[in-house]
């Protein structure tokens, strides 16, 4: 009998950690290398302006949205695809600072991390123009290595800076596995594959990039935590994490964490 009991233990701490280590939000996506410049006003075409500030950030549509749900407390895992260069083995070590593990982080060998060149104006106007390199060689292989997760997970994101067929492959996974399947369909396409609407639980459209981003991994952190408030409810909360990220420069480094949120949020 006792020995029965001591390997019932064993089994339920084994059980605890595999549950504790279970990614709840998964995001499949992009990452990218942000490099900004900040101007009074956008350049007309052909024009050269000077700027009077430039900077670097990490980017990319996908993983901004995995940050900001860890940042609140998710745990999750990010499925994307980085080129082997400075700027990917530093948005690894950037993924391990956020407690974002890198085990389906995937280094391309024949293309460079995803870069977005960004200009803003003093009015928060912007012009952006992506290069999405490594992000468009993630494939159905990437997926499979990533399924366990993928499966077991509470919310699914994905968006549209990695290749569609890849972002449609993800959706349909999740939502056949009964995962909640959250679909940011940014940049936007003019013949979005009808299927993204059968196998995305909640579509979510924006035109900020970086608030929308938080906005997003927000409320996929409350659909996974506080399945049982109501949407408008989960909206409300993720509009205000979201308002918070736009009153600090850059993307990532705007996004804020739980400790420094009003706790009624949680």
Known sequence: MQVKVQLWKKKTRRLAVVEMATPQVVVVGSCMTDLVSLTTRLPKAGETI??????????????????QAARLGAKTSMICKVGKDSFGYDYIENFKKNGIPSDFVGQAENAATGAASIIV????????????????????????????VICQAKVMVCQLEVTPAVSLEALKLAHNSGVKTLFNPAPALADLDPQFYAYSNIICCNESEGAGDSFVGALAFYLAYYPNLP?????????????????????????????DLPQHLF
């Open 50 to 67: 000077h700027g009077h500030r430039f900077f670097t950030g990490f980017g990319g549509k996908g993983a901004n949205q995995c940050v």
């Open 121 to 148: 104006d003093d009015e928060g106007q912007n012009f952006i123009v992506i290069v999405a390199g490594a992000n468009l060689l993630m494939d159905a292989e990437d997926l499979k290595r990533a399924a366990p």
């Open 231 to 259: 949407l408008e409810e989960m909206l409300k909360r993720a509009n205000f994490i979201a308002s918070v990220s736009v009153q600090i420069t850059g993307t990532q480094t705007s996004f804020p964490y739980k400790k």
